[in-house]
């Protein structure tokens, strides 16, 4: 019986570490990880290959999961005309970043699972979403037609298959160059004047569709207002939380916040809660507090913290993500939002939570000078990410500011020269160092409902040369900041945290 047409009991995951990986090892679909030797495949055989991205968490991703990847016809059909590649988001953002950045720019659609058909070579020639089990008007192709289309193209129209990977890189090339002009304050106070004009003056948040918790967005109108004294901007942040707690996308029951709110009434959440989101959204808490004493961000961020340590306290040390992982970026986010948190509400025994954490992160995840993503994870052991430096750095400073204890300076200052080494490149900095097989080192260029790396990174600079004068911000701000400058102008309500440094630089 050939590979081909056989159906493994297992496939090659299972013996991947992460949780997202290890659920789909006895998939039909005869899954590989993403490393050299399925290229190698790819390239030998001639054969495209089926890259499907999703996270533990992820319920369309469990849905897919059930309809197609043990479906017989389907996973019989790309186990013989494919090399099937699956990706867990949380261990490889860079390859999520990269994909998703391609999808969103060529096709408007994105979000997991993402499922994109490659080139041997790992360029993008087709891409979707979700993908059903039967073809509907609302969902789009059946995964096994869109699979058949992708063959087709591979097989009758390779000349045309090839020019569509060509056309891929020639757009994440323009999308990844950055724009030499200075960023501004004024910049900033344009963009948000036109996130004014997205807010929903209904029900709060933003738009008229599904609600995030959005915290860098919020973060960035909280700092708008504390130097311009605009009042509609605390009055739409504040708005924003309360709609969060009054909502369905806060917990009542458990603690913690939903990822987002499927309606426009925040009523109706998804199942997952991310670890960053629950360490973001404390850090925006710690923020609003110092403005507003209102009691129920205290009561919110008492429930974040009795949530964590009741359901994603990892025993060996650390937080697991929302798909079972310890990741390194998602602990020191939540370290640091603990400590601001547990600062701001005088509840010791929330910073000493944040401090373990954060001494967990230095001790087990840091090796010698270096950042690993996961601990004792073979996956991902040879890469270095820039969120995993950029937000320990910033946790670092969080904790040495409420506790002035200098080897959290020193190792701050220590990753702070790392990460710059590591990832500065001719345009920006990089997300990813190291071989990561894809077409070229993708560039963050917006925020989430966390910071995302460079725009931390710039805020580590300046947070940085405030406590000693040799260590100067620019021109490193102004590099980092510089990847923002297309999303600052068409979509300032993906970089708030970017902003948010755009005026802490210009108040400094």
Known sequence: MTEESEQPTQNRLAEQRSAHLAAHSTDLVNWRPWDSRAFKRAAKLGRPI?????????????????DSFNDSSFAGFVNRQFVCVKVDRDLRPDIDSFYQTYAGASTGIGGWPLNVFLLPDALPFLSWAYLPRIASESSGPSAIDAAASAME????????????????????????????????VRDAEEAADRIRGMLDLSFGGLGEGPKYPQPTVVDFLLASH??????????????????????????????????????????????????????????????????????????????IFEFLGRDLSHPEGGYCSAAGNVITSYNAIASRGLVEAGVAFGDDAMVKSGLDTLEWILSTCLKGNELVRQPDDRSVASLRFLEDYA??????????????????????????????????????????????????????TADTSYPAA???????????????????????????????????????????????????????
């Not at 319920?59 to 897919?64: L, P, S, V």
């Not at 009758?156 to 890189?169: T, V």
């Not at 620019?474 to 102008?489: D, G, K, M, N, Y």
């Open 153 to 184: 193209s591979w097989i009758l129209r390779r000349e045309d298959a090839e020019a569509a990977g060509a056309d891929a890189l020639a757009l994440m090339q323009n999308i990844y160059s950055v724009d030499a002009s200075e960023l501004t």
């Open 50 to 66: 089926f890259l499907s991205i999703g996270h533990q968490a992820c319920h369309m991703c469990r849905a897919m999961q059930v």
């Open 226 to 303: 504390q130097s311009t004294k605009k009042s509609w901007q605390l009055e739409a942040a504040s708005r924003w939380v309360q709609s969060i707690l009054d909502g369905g996308l806060f917990d009542r029951e458990a603690g913690g916040i939903f990822r987002y709110t499927e309606d426009r009434e925040w009523r109706k959440p998804s199942s997952e809660k991310a670890l960053g989101d629950q360490g973001a959204f404390l850090s925006t808490l710690a923020t609003l507090h110092k403005i507003d004493s209102d009691d129920s961000y205290r009561l919110a961020a008492q429930a």
């Open 454 to 508: 460079p725009s931390l990174l710039a805020e580590n600079a300046i947070r940085l040369s405030k406590l000693s004068a040799d260590t100067p911000e620019e021109p490193l701000v102004s590099q980092a900041l510089a990847q923002f400058a297309r999303t600052i102008l068409y979509a300032p309500h993906l970089a708030g945290h970017a902003l948010r440094v755009l005026r802490m630089r210009s108040d400094s």
């Open 391 to 444: 937000a320990t750095t910033a946790a670092c400073l969080s904790a040495f500011e409420h506790t002035r204890q200098e080897p959290l300076y020193a190792a701050a200052r220590r990753l702070q020269a790392k990460t710059v080494r590591l990832f500065a490149g001719d345009s920006g900095f990089v997300a990813v160092s190291g071989n990561h097989l894809l077409p070229m080192a993708p560039m963050e």
